[in-house]
T-cell receptor, first 115, second 112 residues
Framework: DSGVTQTPKHLITATGQRVTLRCSPR?????VYWYQQSLDQGLQFLIH???????AKGNILERFSAQQFPDLHSELNLSSLELGDSALYFC??????????????FGQGTRLTVV | DAKTTQPTSMDCAEGRAANLPCNHS???????VYWYRQIHSQGPQYIIH???NNETNEMASLIITEDRKSSTLILPHATLRDTAVYYC?????????????FGRGTSLIVHP
């Protein structure tokens, strides 16, 4: 158990809809990262938040957005969904408040299926 | 962060040591070598990291060459459950600005 919790584990929705994926980081971690992994593809970085502030964007579509709340949990919002958005979405956390080297710990992912 | 090069795939017999190489010839003095693995469709799992000394934990050993341009992850007694994609990442070990960036990794198959 990495300590990172993602909900829901599975999500099936129709094209054009909007969904929200939730991530609770490890206790004390300030950084949250979101990744997308399509079938047989690598992990694509989407966005990074640190202590509530957006720090970096990767290959994130304009239809996607995210935020990190004061309690450090994060949500990834996906709108106007298309078939090609079907993928595993992973959240990772790192950067503990008390310092130290910052390996990233990943959640078990949300499998999104757009039909 | 420095770029890494790993073989696309490897295989290993169960019970034998699995040695996974990684080249990182452009590594900087303050960059660490990190290893993660991803078992099919699960979230990536941190394995080990090191700067210049060899490291060992309950999962694996990490051997870093003296010039730090390459490293080897060693799973001393591979089991079928070690079948996974293994990622080598080179990065600075600092606070909030780092982004773990994954390449294609090495697909390790452990066979009976």
């Amino acid at each position: 158990d990495s300590g990172v919790t993602q909900t829901p584990k599975h999500l099936i929705t129709a094209t054009g809809q909007r969904v929200t994926l939730r991530c609770s980081p490890r206790s004390g971690d300030l950084s949250v990262y979101w990744y997308q992994q399509s079938l047989d593809q690598g992990l694509q970085f989407l966005i990074h938040y640190y202590n509530g502030e957006e720090r970096a964007k990767g290959n994130i579509l304009e239809r996607f957005s995210a935020q990190q709340f004061p309690d450090l949990h994060s949500e990834l919002n996906l709108s106007s969904l298309e078939l090609g958005d079907s993928a595993l979405y992973f959240c990772a956390s790192s950067a503990p408040r008390d310092g130290g080297t910052t390996e990233a710990f990943f959640g078990q992912g949300t499998r999104l299926t757009v039909v | 962060d420095a770029k890494t090069t790993q073989p696309t795939s490897m295989d290993c017999a169960e019970g034998r040591a699995a040695n996974l190489p990684c080249n990182h010839s452009t590594i900087s003095g303050n960059e660490y070598v990190y290893w993660y693995r991803q078992i099919h469709s699960q979230g990536p799992q941190y394995i080990i990291h090191g700067l210049k000394n060899n490291e060992t934990n309950e999962m694996a050993s990490l051997i870093i060459t003296e010039d730090r341009k390459s490293s080897t992850l060693i799973l001393p007694h591979a089991t079928l459950r070690d079948t996974a994609v293994y990622y080598c990442i080179v990065r600075v070990a600092s606070g909030g600005s780092y982004i773990p960036t994954f390449g294609r990794g090495t697909s390790l198959i452990v066979h009976p």
